[in-house]
């Protein structure tokens, strides 16, 4: 078992940085462009810097696994980034339903202005 003093080995750090770096920096660019809204970004970037966070500060990982009494910190990470992806998905869901709803009041809306013209 890994203790308090141990760190990732240097390779790790640099992949991890660099996929965090690269990937917070396309879904910046993705803000920017309006391709997706603010509360998008702040879900989706949470899956860069959850594991960043986990490598880069190695004793804080440590001290929340000690605090929820979980032998690996790798648990409480993979933990965290399924809640991530299920509010994600959660929110998804939520914006397909309301885009199913609208276009429902829309199709009928139509059908009814069609048998208004129909009538005239």
């Known amino acids: ?6 760190a990732p080995s240097v390779p790790t750090v640099i992949v991890v940085s660099a996929f965090c770096v ?5 879904l910046t660019y993705r803000l920017y462009s309006n391709a997706i809204d603010l509360y ?3 879900m989706l970037s949470m899956i860069a810097l959850l594991p960043g966070t986990f490598v880069l500060w190695p004793s804080l990982s440590y001290l929340i696994a000690e605090l929820l009494g979980v032998t690996f910190p790798f ?16 929110h998804v869901l ?11 009041l829309l199709v009928q809306e139509i059908a009814l202005r069609s ?6």
């Open 75 to 90: 648990v409480i990470m993979f933990s965290a980034l399924l809640l991530v992806v299920f509010v994600i998905v959660h």
């Open 22 to 26: 690269g990937y917070l920096a396309y």
């Open 1 to 6: 078992m890994a203790t308090v003093d141990s």
């Open 94 to 104: 939520v914006r397909l339903h309301r885009f199913e709803r609208i276009t429902r």
């Open 115 to 120: 048998d208004a013209s129909r009538e005239e």
């Open 40 to 42: 998008d970004y702040v």
